[in-house]
């Protein structure tokens, strides 16, 4: 009878034994549970992180100053005003069949916020698509009757750009004077804008008489060549006044003018979009007007934008629009502007 005790208080122990091994060596139902929270916890915290930045899109064209100067300033705006956006930029490389990759880019990835671009086509198709999948569009320095409403539009009004710089210098032609116009781009909306703008403040003056009116795209060099051809044609003393729709073909004329010994800053001259190199024009006294479209003002329109985005007082299919003014720059307040290319690092190089 012991024996059989003795047997069976020992089989007791090593059951004891056994269940003991059993409850050291895993862990009980709740442990898991608790691991599997603290992973999810994890992977939520990071969801959440990447969900809180805001992310903007911007093509432009780097190889122009205007619009690679626009670009840095907003993007350097932006960036200091918020501490969730990123901007990240894309270069156009001046080539229009770059536009509807970098859209279809956009709706590929699926996660913009905000798109910027220019653009010369109608992409309807596209922003509907990003707008319908929560990303704000906004083409930009470019207007078009075909894009109204589709998207918002940020602008400087191109004609009053050209008209001011026109007025300013109205007066300075003298009776019955003559006149060379530059033209940019034949077709472009811009150029035509700028175009009436010169034409609008000519009509005031009766007297003044338009010789000729030739389109360069907005180029140095082809513009300088043009001007060799008029000096051949109509000799220094032949005009009185060159209109050019932007600084740079002023610019080319001017030094056409000084290589044929032929005194530019006795010619009145006025241009359009005042860059750090027409404002050195300025106020070296070859230029007497331009009008600037100032890069601050797409900057804070852009911040105004992405805060409205953010605290859902507009959504991605706001269409707003936001016409700039035109700043005129001459003698009078062209130091201020170089001082505010001194604080954006530009030298003209």
């Known amino acids: 009878m012991k024996k059989w005790i003795a047997l069976l208080l020992a089989l007791v122990m090593a059951f004891t034994l056994i269940a003991c091994a059993k409850n050291d060596a895993a862990p009980s139902d709740e442990t898991p549970a608790n691991d599997n929270s603290t992973a999810d916890t994890k992977t939520d915290d990071n969801s959440a992180e990447k969900k809180d930045t805001f992310k903007m899109a911007w093509l432009h064209n780097a190889a122009d100053q205007w619009h690679h100067q626009t670009a840095l300033v907003c993007k350097e705006a932006i960036e200091n005003h918020f501490d969730n956006v990123e901007v990240t930029l894309f270069d156009s490389k001046a080539d229009a069949a770059e536009i509807q990759p970098f859209l279809e880019r956009c709706i590929s990835e699926g996660d913009w916020d905000l798109v910027m671009y220019g653009t010369l086509s109608d992409d309807s198709d596209y922003i509907k698509q990003l707008e319908d999948m929560g990303t704000n569009v906004i083409y930009y320095a470019i207007t078009w009757d075909f894009l109204k409403g589709k998207c918002s539009n940020f602008v400087c009004s191109e004609y009053d750009l050209a008209y001011q710089s026109a007025m300013a210098v109205i007066d300075q032609i003298p009776e019955n004077g003559k006149v060379l116009m530059l033209g940019g781009a034949e077709g472009y909306s811009g150029s035509i804008l700028r175009g009436q703008g010169f034409n609008d403040a000519l009509a005031t003056r009766p007297d003044i008489t338009v010789l000729d009116y030739k389109y360069h795209k907005f180029d140095k060099v082809s513009a300088m060549t043009q001007m060799e051809d008029w000096i051949t044609k109509y000799g220094g003393d032949g005009f009185d006044a060159i209109f050019s729709e932007n600084d740079a073909m002023a610019l080319g004329a001017i030094e056409a003018m000084n290589s044929a010994g032929i005194d530019a800053k006795a010619k009145v001259i006025c241009g359009v979009d005042a860059l750090y190199e027409g404002c050195m024009a300025i106020k070296e006294g070859y ?41 005129l720059v001459t003698q009078d307040n062209v130091d201020e502007m170089l001082a505010r290319y001194a604080e954006l690092g530009y030298d003209g190089q």
């Open 287 to 327: 230029i007497d007007a331009s009008s600037a479209q100032s890069s601050d003002d797409y900057a804070n329109a852009l911040i105004d934008r992405i805060e409205k985005l953010q605290s859902g007082e507009v959504d991605s299919h706001c269409v707003d629009d936001q016409i700039f003014n035109a700043l």
